[in-house]
């Protein structure tokens, strides 16, 4: 009941924005309107990369479209934002695959650590080149109404704690928060970890408060969410990447006329360097910014190569159990993943 509520309000929500950027929009004059929603807010990563976007689609169409970009908050959490791409009620959005383990279990992928390289580079290019992801991935997500037209890196996760994180025995009984996706609850699971799934708006009280013990995330993520303030340590871990994907939903798409098709095309392809070079600068800049804090000091320790070994052993199993209760599909894509990665190191 609550759950319907909720979703009744988001969507009398979204249809009054939807309205009042409709009635802007006749002021315009433009003669396409669409909604881009993200998961992050104006400085972040997801955000800056969608106003971007918006800027570079109105200047090649002369204004013939024009993107409104939603910071995160207003539409409900990283599930509902896929949902209501999935149903139409907006057009573009960043999505997190952690967001959409319920719907499409296969893009549960994205969980598994240790999977993807440590250079973040290579970790792009495996991401821009992968027909695993770009052929058969699509097509799962656009079984459920979403089309990923690029999957980009926000850069590698790290670990932030109220304790010292060096080995999986320091997981034990740890309330990590996680995305909403039980194969990442599986990944931390395989370390005796107790994951707790919470939307990230409600990250930062929770950890002040002790009702988890520490989080996963890229570095410009932590710094300018703060989590670092509320939090002692900040394991420089490169357990996993952090991917995000550029999607539109795929009957809005396959209805555009074919010249501003080919723009939005075009404009996913030129915001490929464009987000790796925003994430690179965040995440060291960033770094630098949580090491000279003096303010509410935290310790960064970065594992050793033995430490990370640990870590890997207990994760790698983790890979069966994706292939074993997430269909035949999941073991197909995944393994030709795991080709196409090995192929490009
Ligand atoms: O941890 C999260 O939920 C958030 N992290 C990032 C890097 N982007 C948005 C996402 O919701």
Redesign the pocket.
């Known amino acids: 009941m609550v759950m319907f509520l909720k979703k009744g309000l988001l969507l009398i929500l979204a249809l009054a924005t939807a309205i009042m950027l409709a009635a802007c929009g006749d002021d315009d004059g433009a003669e396409f309107q669409w909604d881009f929603v ?3 807010v104006q400085g ?3 955000y800056e990369y969608a106003d971007e976007f918006a800027e570079r689609m109105a200047e090649k169409s002369d204004g013939r479209v024009q993107i409104n970009v939603f910071e ?1 908050g207003g539409l409900g959490d ?1 599930v509902d934002q896929a949902e209501q791409l999935m149903d139409g009620y907006t057009e573009l959005a ?1 999505v ?1 695959p ?2 959409t383990g319920t719907m499409v279990e296969e893009a549960q992928l994205f969980a598994l650590h240790f999977l993807f390289p440590d250079d973040v580079a290579l970790t792009q290019q495996i991401l821009d080149e992968s027909e695993a992801l770009n052929v058969e991935l699509r097509e799962k997500y656009e079984e459920h109404n979403m089309t990923p037209l690029a999957f980009w890196t ?2 590698a996760m790290q670990w932030t704690s109220d304790r010292p994180l060096r080995s999986p025995a320091d997981f034990d009984g740890f309330q990590i ?1 996680i ?1 909403n996706s039980p194969l990442i609850s599986s990944s931390y699971e395989a370390y005796d970890a107790d994951p707790t799934v919470l ?2 708006s409600e ?1 930062y009280t929770s950890l002040q408060q002790g009702a988890v013990h520490g ?4 570095i ?2 932590i710094e300018d ?1 703060g989590f670092h303030e509320v939090q002692d340590h900040m394991t420089i871990s490169n357990h996993n990447n ?1 991917v ?1 994907m550029t999607v539109v939903n795929t009957d809005f798409y396959n209805d555009l006329p074919d010249d501003i098709r080919e723009m939005l095309d075009e404009t996913v392809e030129e915001m490929r360097p464009v987000a790796f070079e925003m994430q690179e600068q965040m995440n060291e800049e960033l770094l630098d910014a949580i090491i000279d804090n003096e303010e509410t000091p935290t310790e960064v320790y970065e594992l050793t190569e033995a430490e990370r070994e640990a870590f890997r052993e207990l994760a790698i199993p983790v890979r069966q159990f994706f292939i074993d209760n997430y269909g035949d599909d999941s073991e197909r894509i995944l393994n030709q993943l795991i080709e196409e990665i090995e192929a490009a190191q």
């Open positions: 993200t998961e992050e972040q990563v997801q995160y990283g960043i997190s952690g967001f926000e850069g928060r995305q939307d990230w990250l989080q996963e995330n890229p410009f993520f969410a952090y995000a």
